[in-house]
Structure formats: structure tokens, C-alpha cells
């Protein structure tokens, strides 16, 4: 690999009159961990679905693992990447059992609809539900999780591939003080483990970007507002204008804050 896991240059997509991403240029290297925090309706999704291999640009040239958009197999791209997003996890049917939804995604299926799992599959989806807090859920309906729930299942699946690239749509989206802070930890553990795949996170909140995680995108109206370094991008300038409203940011720790001043 030329070092790049994933590289957008020149980025659009455009629905009707409607730009949803324009001009974006975006590097993201193996042992990168970023964040991508904007307002409602920024593009974030966008943006995530086209690294994902599940979306097209209508402008500009995407390399994904050092594959050209357009000009490589997707299905065969797909499995190398982890995707936990609320859209693909819409589509579980309520009785799938949490285990098989989580070892199905070694072979890159929603849906336990191959057979053929060892022992070692059933012993990694075991240890990935452990180690994001939800082996007591493996023999439940998926139907019948809490919101929390959901997404801690929802991310052990999305690891058990073992993807060069791991994205995570809104992963803290619904969950209680307590479940959010177990979950950032969870995260921090994740980025700074250096067998990690590069990771990508959505997110609105600042207070939601664990610990270790290295590089911030900020996004407002389909454009890039800010990309680089956490410490570079996360000012109370850059915040103001990704927002729209005057902010104050704080760091405390290795976790950052904004409030409206
Ligand atoms: N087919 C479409 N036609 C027109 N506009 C669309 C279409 N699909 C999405 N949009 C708009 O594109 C914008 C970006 O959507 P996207 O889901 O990427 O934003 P987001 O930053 O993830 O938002 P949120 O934080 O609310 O999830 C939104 O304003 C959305 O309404």
C-alpha cells in the first residue's frame, strides 16, 4: 500500500440542485484515528457511505485500500471494511440472534445465510461481543436490545471481519451518560492499540471523541471546514464555523468540550 488507506480527491455528490459533499480532499493513513464531527445535514454520512465502498462520488476520485472507485469490485472491497452504521443495521430482522449477526460479517453477510462457521469464528464473535461489553447478549433476539445495546452489538460485528478500515456512524448516538462513557473507553482502547485498522468516527459532540484518537475533519454544508490534527482543528474558531454559533472549547485530560458562549 502506498501508505494511504483511504484517499479522496476532489470529492462531490450532487442529488437534484442539492450538493450533499463538494470539493472534499481527504487522506486517511493506517495508523490514523479521526474524527468527523459537524451539524445535522453536514455530509458526514455522505461522506462515510463513499469510504465505505457504498456510495459513488459524482465528481472526484476515491482510493480505498489502494483501490480506484469505479474501477475495482466493490464486493470483493466491502469485507476489508467495517461499517457500523444505524443503516445497515436497520436492515437485522428482529429474531436474529446476536451471535450469529455478529459471526455472519466474517464472510461479509447481514444474516447468519452461510453454514459453514468453525470454532475459531464462534470464538472471536464470543470474545469481540466481551470486549465491547455485551457477551451476556449473545443468545438474545436482536429485536429485543436496548438503543445501547444495539450499538456495542453493532460494533463487535462491524471488527469481526477484522477490517484494514473501520468506520463508526454516531457509535454514542442514544445512549445514557453512563453508556457513553463506557463506550468512549471502549473506543480509546481501540485507537490506541496499535493492531488497530484505521479507524473513522461520526460524531456531533466533541465530548464524545475518546482519548487517542489522532486527526479531526470538520464538516458544515457538504464542505470541509477544518482537517489535520485534533489539537490543530479543534479551536474555538474552526468549532465556531462548523456550528454556526460562537463557541468556547476546552480540553481537559484528553477529552474536549464546547459550550455556546
Ligand atoms: N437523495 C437526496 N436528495 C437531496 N438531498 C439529500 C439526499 N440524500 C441526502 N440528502 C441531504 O444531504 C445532506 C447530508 O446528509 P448526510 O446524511 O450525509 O448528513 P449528516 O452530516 O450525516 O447528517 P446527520 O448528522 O443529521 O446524520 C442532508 O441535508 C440530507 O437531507
Known amino acids: 500500500m502506498n501508505g494511504h488507506v483511504l484517499r479522496m480527491d476532489g470529492v462531490g455528490v450532487r442529488r437534484g440542485s442539492a450538493e450533499l459533499l463538494r470539493d472534499v480532499d481527504w487522506a486517511v493513513e493506517a495508523e490514523d484515528r479521526w474524527v468527523i464531527v459537524g451539524p445535522n445535514g453536514a455530509g458526514k454520512t455522505t461522506l462515510l457511505r463513499i469510504a465505505a465502498a457504498q456510495l459513488f462520488p459524482t465528481r472526484g476520485t476515491v482510493e480505498i485500500l489502494d483501490e480506484r472507485l469505479g474501477a475495482v469490485d466493490v464486493f470483493e472491497l466491502r469485507p476489508l471494511i467495517g461499517f457500523a452504521s444505524a443503516a445497515v443495521i436497520n436492515q437485522v430482522p428482529d429474531s436474529e440472534k446476536v451471535a450469529d449477526l455478529v459471526i455472519s460479517a466474517s464472510y461479509g453477510f447481514l444474516g447468519r445465510w452461510r453454514e459453514e462457521y468453525g470454532a475459531p469464528d464462534h ?3 464470543r470474545a469481540l461481543l466481551a470486549q465491547w461489553g455485551a457477551a451476556h447478549l449473545a443468545e438474545r433476539r436482536f429485536g429485543t436490545l436496548s438503543e445501547g445495546e444495539r450499538k456495542r452489538v453493532q460494533i463487535a460485528r462491524s471488527v469481526m471481519a477484522d477490517p484494514e478500515l473501520l468506520l463508526l456512524d454516531e457509535p454514542a448516538a442514544g445512549l445514557d451518560l453512563g453508556g457513553r462513557e463506557d463506550l468512549v473507553g471502549r473506543l480509546s482502547a481501540l485507537a490506541t492499540d496499535a493492531d488497530s485498522p484505521a479507524l473513522v468516527l461520526v ?3 466533541v465530548e464524545e471523541i475518546p482519548p487517542g484518537f ?4 470538520l464538516m458544515r454544508e457538504g464542505r470541509v471546514i477544518g482537517a489535520g490534527p485534533l489539537e490543530r482543528v479543534m479551536t ?6 462548523t456550528f454556526g454559533l460562537p463557541l468556547k472549547v476546552e480540553r481537559d485530560d484528553d477529552r ?3 459550550r455556546a458562549v
Open 256 to 258: 474536549w468540550y464546547a
Open 236 to 241: 474555538a474558531d474552526l468549532l465556531s464555523e
Open 203 to 205: 460524531t456531533h459532540h
Open 214 to 217: 489522532t486527526h479531526g475533519l
Open 123 to 125: 470464538d472471536r464473535a
